[in-house]
Nanobody, 129 residues
Framework: LQLVESGGGLVQPGGSLRLSCAAS????????IGWFRQAPGKQHEGVSC????????RYADSVKGRFTISRDNAKNTVYLQMNSLKPEDTATYFC???????????????????????WGQGAQVTVSS
């Protein structure tokens, strides 16, 4: 299974972007998927996760109410819609395969990279005026 992120770019504060995480080599509908981000000089931060069916999701407090995770298993793709972007959202965003749907039952599991594998190469998001 390989994951490829796309949709990053430069956006002004208050703007929106939608990231995509496309899979090859396997179908995504068997897997929970998570999004993480890493800014220069900062730790890896869990952002959101979604169960294999899309029926359950969790968010980090820092993005709750602004970001929405979704998936289209027919397209083998998971999305992260990011609205009301702030400069502190600037980071490289990664998607990864979760250890199982159970990671979506608790935020502390969802945002812990210990429970993930098969990371994508990342997409850069820059929020700046």
């Amino acid at each position: 299974l390989q994951l490829v992120e796309s949709g990053g770019g430069l956006v002004q504060p208050g703007g929106s972007l939608r990231l995509s995480c496309a899979a090859s080599g396997a179908t995504l509908d068997d897997y929970a998927i998570g999004w993480f981000r890493q800014a220069p000089g900062k730790q890896h931060e869990g952002v959101s996760c979604i169960s294999s069916s899309g029926g359950s999701s969790r968010y980090a407090d820092s993005v709750k109410g602004r970001f929405t995770i979704s998936r289209d298993n027919a397209k083998n793709t998971v999305y992260l819609q990011m609205n009301s972007l702030k400069p502190e959202d600037t980071a490289t965003y990664f998607c990864a395969v979760g250890a199982g749907d159970h990671i979506t039952t608790m935020q502390k599991l969802c945002v812990n990279d210990y429970y993930y594998s098969d990371w994508g190469q990342g997409a850069q998001v820059t929020v700046s005026s």
